[in-house]
T-cell receptor
């Protein structure tokens, strides 16, 4: 157990809809990162939040957005869903500037039809 | 930009035997971290082992060890005495730091699917 939980575990949405995925970080961790993992691929970095502010983004459009709350919870929001958004979404919590690893949740499997 | 390459999409090994998974990476940084993660069917990424680039000694965690060749930018994982529970996808990852914004992100390879034959 990593102490990082995600909800829901599975989700089916229709193209054009909006979706919110949730993550509960490990207590004490000030940083949360989100990754997209397409089938058969390695995870790709979406963005990172540190103390409720986005401090880094990968090659993802603005319709991917996030929030981080003081109670160690966070959200990934995706607007105007496209078929290619179908993937496993992983969140990872860690300490910024610490020589520690990231702890991952079990992921949310999003299917866009 | 940093890249990570795993050239073996699939590997298989007999139970109790030893297997080595390969990983190469590209970076211009001198201080960084490398990781091997395991992803079983439960989907959760589990840290297997970590190597700090400034340490010359290869990391070891029980049956898992790495061969870190900094000059060659190579970071292979050796699993000794393979067990059925080792079957999973294995990802090599490099941790990069955004010098402007400070974000730490993991750059993953494509993964190697490891099968353990009883």
């Amino acid at each position: 157990e990593t102490g990082v939980t995600q909800s829901p575990t599975h989700l089916i949405k229709t193209r054009g809809q909006q979706v919110t995925l949730r993550c509960s970080s490990q207590s004490g961790h000030n940083t949360v990162s989100w990754y997209q993992q397409a089938l058969g691929q390695g995870p790709q970095f979406i963005f990172q939040y540190y103390r409720e502010e986005e401090n880094g983004r990968g090659n993802f459009p603005p319709r991917f957005s996030g929030l981080q709350f003081p109670n160690y919870s966070s959200e990934l929001n995706v607007n105007a869903l496209e078929l290619d958004d179908s993937a496993l979404y992983l969140c990872a919590s860690s300490l910024l500037w610490g020589r520690t690893e990231a702890f991952f949740g079990q992921g949310t499997r999003l299917t866009v039809v | 930009a940093q890249t990570v390459t795993q050239s073996q999409p699939e590997m298989s090994v007999q139970e109790a035997e030893t297997v080595t998974l390969s990983c190469t990476y590209d970076t211009s940084e001198s201080d960084y971290y490398l990781f091997w993660y395991k992803q079983p069917p439960s989907r959760q990424m589990i840290l297997v082992i970590r190597q700090e680039a400034y340490k010359q000694q290869n990391a070891t965690e029980n049956r898992f060890s790495v061969n870190f060749q900094k000059a060659a930018k190579s970071f292979s994982l050796k699993i000794s005495d393979s067990q059925l529970g080792d079957a999973a996808m294995y990802f090599c990852a490099y941790r990069s730091v955004d010098e402007v914004q400070g974000a730490q992100k993991l750059v993953f390879g494509q993964g190697t699917r490891l099968t353990i034959n009883p």
